[in-house]
Each structure stands twice: as structure tokens, then as C-alpha cells.
């Protein structure tokens, strides 16, 4: 028998209906059905595409004997992140505070009134790599709530209660220069200029972060700064982190050298690494930037796409029974039969096999030696060593998509698919691809029209919209104005930020909080999210898009709301200059002004054209004229200054 989750809409739920455990959806019912039974409630939250999540659901909520354990002591409940995001984020900081880390699949603990008592991310079935088993916690957890309840309803008021008093911190504080500068000048010290990238492993792409260095550069160009970007985006771009074969990045590497990736493909990534990547092109005129931003579009072409309008969510990690990565993964016998002689000389020589870490005869590609490099190498042309990898790598493609291939989320969310048309708006103005921005159009068109209703946006079908699907959608539209300049955009974008404001506007502390109001559990304790994930935060991005809304609108309303967005976290960047890059994009673009460019005879030209915080309108105007902040130039020809 199928348990509650059979009905769910979201494709992570359905794939645990059928599991032993009497799961329950988030809902009045299942917090009354806890009350009533006097139990605790364990909630599990994880992602359709997340390779733990499927190892936990196998190893333990398949288990006949554990599901009998929670049957009989707990009333379950399972979530997906990607469907309710602000579920998540609220029990996310509870473990992480508790375990000074957090992920998914995410397991808390909860009184029958939703207030976390403890939590963690993947526990194994039995004790083993020094964490508890799943069993055994299950049975002391249940144990301790029948025995020292007292203690357990303690330790969750005490969590409730740093929580909210977390949620209530006020950050306001004037905004400057030297913020700006703190912010870059960490991002630069934290930079790997070894491997590329920021941090050590795992790593993930942090697009933000080199699209404000790119910023940067074009203002205040130096060598370091064009070192800590290129270095980054070859690397990443070379390496397993980016499918070779196809096109499009998967979620983050787990090594230093970006050889060996989380398989997961997800539209938010990838939607600003075609942004950035795109740009970048356009900066340094790298075929490699232009290979991988093509690459992107492809994959979405063939995968991602629906062909009424609109970019599905996310393609698994695993195939089969948890063979994670087996889908792009190859053995050397297999390339070595695939192959002609000739070929496998120069694919040998391009690209570096990486060995997966648990199962090393499955390699993992990556670019080795550029072109180039194989051609002097080998003595052949750049042309025969350009032909000899497209058929090398159209056999390897060919034969691997003869295997079974990883699921395919095609649930349309509002927030990641505002990112990818705006991602498309920003390749289109640097390759005149007709498909991006067709169904960049096509998107929004059906997000209008299935999406937003009486003014109410909707996260997906049957949720209603949160504070970044509002600021993302509003940013699209803002994207697709520019290329089009179709007034209904603007109109619409307005609309959806007046609601923004007044859904989700903090008027004492200022900024967006997530979510429109209260709800069961931790819902009724009200966050702002700020914090690049690595995705843009809707806090860090609503500042430049409510800056470009008032200059675009000349309503000076947006323009006091984006200043106080800024200001209500200035004191929390201060303190920890890495936590939004985005944030500090929107500083500058505050700082410099928005430069806006206005002209009949020059748009197209001036469209394309690269210039940080640049929006182009099309006016009845003799030349061009170029305001940045309050000042206006006009020019009789095509000029665009610094």
C-alpha cells in the first residue's frame, strides 16, 4: 500500500510513496495527527536529484524493520527543498548550529508543535564512520521522549529561542566605499590561484563572485584580478565539474582540482554560469568561454527544456541503485573500443581521465592540453585535431546515451527559471542566438499566464510564490524589457516588486524575509536570507534590481527601497565580507550609479556592448545619450566611457 505521499505534485515525494514508512506530507494534518498521538515528529528533507538522499532512503526508509520504528514512535514527514524552500532554510540553521554543518538529505527531530530538538544530515542505518546509526538514534530519541521528556522540551524551546532571537538581529548601518572594497579584497585573498576557484573542496562555482570581479576588472583592471578570474573559469571549465560530451555543470567538485563532480545538473547553476560565462567571452574573447556557454544552451535544447516555455529543475546524480556518475562516466576499454586509432591518439592527449574515488576504473573526463598543444604534439592540424575530438566525442556521447539515463525533474519553479532567462538575455547579447531568446520569451509568457494570478506570484503549481521568486521574475522581465523593449515588461516587473514590498518588506529592520507569513513549526519565526548559497540570495540581488526599476521608472520609491536594502545588512558584510557576492554587486552598481544609455540609431550597438550596470532604451533621441547617477552626457556618435 502507497502511503500519503501517492497525491504529492512534487516528484521527490512521489519517489518515497511506496516506501514502508507512513509518510506525511508538510501539513495541518500531520502537526494535529502528532498532537493527537503524542509523538515526535521526524522530518525528512532532500532533493529528487540528491545522491545521499537516495542512499538514505534505500539503506534505512526501505528497511522493513526501521520504517516500523518510526511507524510506531514518530509521525514522519517528508519535504521537499526544492518545493519549499523556507522549510528548509529554517531547519538547515538549526542543524548547521547544532552540528556546525548541514546539507541534504537534512534529518530533524520535532516536538508535535515543529520545534527542533535535534538534527543532522545522512545517518547510516547501523553505527558506523564514528555517527550514530539510524536505528539506534531512532530508538533513543524515542526512548528519551517517553523517559526525560522534560529535557528534550527544553533543549527545542532553547533552539526555538536562539532562532528567533537570531531572526531578530538588526544589521543596518550606512553603506561606503570601504565596504566595497573589504568585500573584494577577501574574495581575492580567498581565491585558489593554484586550482582555480575559492576555497578548498569541495568547491563549488560561486558565479557572483567572479561576475563582480569582472565588474571590477573593467573599472580597475590589473593583472591579479584577470589571474583570479581566467584561472577560475579555465579551470572549471576543463574540468569534470563540466560535461564534456553534452554541455551544462554539474552542482560542485568534490576535489580541489574541479576533476571529480557531484553529478547532479541543476537550472540554477547553470543559469548564472551562462551569464557569466557569456560575459566572460565577451571580456576576454576566450573560445573556451564561448565553447562552455554554447554548451549550456545545447544541453537545455535537448533536456531542459519544455517546449511550451519554461526550463525543468534538475537532472539526478544516480542511475540504477545508486550508481552515482555511472551515466558520464567511462572505462578505458570501453574508449579504447569506441574509438579509431587516429582518434584515440588525440582524445588521449586532450583529455585526462580522473579516477572516481570509490569505483576507479570508471573515469571521470576532464581538458588536459588545449587544442593547440595536441597539435604540436601530434603534427596535425588544428583542423584534423578539432575533427578528430568532435568524432571522438560524438561516439562517446552516442554510446552513452544508449545507457539508461538519470531522472529528469520537470516540475517548473518561478525563482530558477527567472534566472535562466535572465542568463539568456545576457548570452543572446553576446551570440544572437534566436532560440535563447525565443524561449526566454516563451518562459515568461507561461509564467504569466499559469504563474501570477491577482497579483499573487507562485513558487509552482499549488505554492505560492516566496520573496525570490517575486525579485528573479521581476529581474527577467527587466532582462527581456532591455532586448525587447515591450513596456508590458516593464509594467509587469513593476507590478511584482510593489507586491514584493508588500508581502515581504521587514519595515522595522529592512530587507525581503522569505516568506509572505506565518505558518506551523519554525515557519512563524520570520528570516531574511542574504547568504549566496552559492545562488544569488534574494536579499543580496533585490538591491541593484530595485535601483534599475527606480532609474528605469524615474519612481524615486524603488530607488529609497534599494538604498535600505543595502543598508539593512551593511553591518553583516562588514563582519563577513564573503557571505554575498551578489550583495556586493548591488553595492557597486549603487556606488557607480546605473548607467543607462539611451538612443535610436545606435541600440543594437549599444546592446551589445559590455559595461558593467548598463540597462540601453530605445528613445527618439539624435546620437546617444548616457546618464550615470545624475549626470547625462550626449554624444553624436557611438561612445561608451568608463
Known sequence: MPNQLINSKSPYLQKSAHQPVNWNEWSEDAFKKAKEEDKPI????????????????????????????????????????????????????????????????????????????????????????????????????????????????????SIYESLMNYSKQNFKDPVDQDLLQRGISTLLANIDYQWGGIGSAPKFHHAKAFELLLYHNYFNPSPLLQKAITSSLDAMAKGGLYDHLLGGFFRYSTDEKWHIPHFEKMLYDNAELLSLYSIAYKVFGKELYKRTAEGIVNYYKLYGYDPQGGFYTSQDADIGMLDEGGYYTFTQKEIEALLSPEELKVFSLYFGLADMPHEPHKKVLYVYMEEGEVSKATGLSSQEVKNLLESSKRKLLQHREKRQMPYIDKTLYTN????????????????????????????????????????????????????????????????????????????????????????FWDRDGWGFYDNAGEGKGLLNIRLKNLQDTPTQSVNGSAGYILLLLGTLTRDGTFIDYGEKTL??????????????????????????????????????????????????????????????????QRFEDFIIGK
Not at 525579485?471 to 515588461?489: D, G, K, M, P
Request: hydrophobic fraction near 40%.
Open 42 to 157: 521526524l522530518l525528512s528533507i532532500g532533493g529528487v536529484w540528491c545522491h545521499w538522499c537516495h542512499v538514505m532512503a534505500h539503506e534505512s526508509f526501505e528497511d522493513p524493520e526501521i520504517a516500523k520504528i518510526i511507524n510506531e514512535n514518530f509521525v514522519p514527514i517528508k519535504v521537499d527543498r526544492d518545493e519549499r524552500p523556507e522549510i528548509d532554510r529554517r531547519y538547515q540553521e538549526v542543524v548547521i548550529a547544532l552540528t556546525n554543518s548541514g546539507g541534504w538529505p537534512l534529518t530533524v527531530f520535532l516536538t508535535p508543535d515543529g520545534k527542533a530538538f535535534f538534527g543532522g544530515t545522512y545517518f547510516p542505518p547501523e553505527d558506523r564512520w564514528g555517527r550514530p546509526g539510524f536505528k539506534s538514534l531512532l530508538l533513543r530519541i524515542a526512548q528519551l521522549w517517553k523517559e526525560d521528556r522534560a529535557r528534550i522540551l527544553k533543549s527545542a524551546e
Open 416 to 503: 530558477w527559471n527567472a534566472l535562466m532567462v535572465s542568463g539568456l538575455c545576457d548570452y543572446w547579447k553576446v551570440f544572437s542566438d534566436p532560440w535563447a531568446i525565443q524561449s526566454a520569451e516563451k518562459t515568461v509568457k507561461r509564467l504569466i499566464d499559469q504563474y501570477y494570478k491577482d497579483d499573487v506570484l507562485f513558487h509552482t503549481d499549488g505554492v505560492e510564490g516566496f520573496s525570490e521568486d517575486y525579485v528573479f521574475f521581476a529581474n527577467a522581465l527587466l532582462s527581456l524589457y532591455e532586448i525587447r523593449q515591450e513596456n508590458t515588461y516593464l509594467e509587469v516587473a513593476k507590478q511584482v516588486m510593489k507586491k514584493a514590498i508588500e508581502l
Open 567 to 632: 543598508q539593512a545588512f551593511s553591518r553583516f558584510v562588514r563582519e563577513v565580507p564573503m557571505a554575498s557576492h551578489s550583495y556586493l554587486i548591488s553595492l557597486y552598481a549603487y556606488l557607480r550609479g546605473i548607467y543607462k544609455v539611451e538612443t535610436r540609431d545606435y541600440f543594437e550597438q549599444a546592446l551589445k556592448f559590455f559595461r558593467p550596470f548598463k540597462f540601453v532604451l530605445r528613445s527618439e533621441v539624435d546620437g546617444v545619450v548616457v546618464c550615470e547617477g545624475q549626470v547625462c
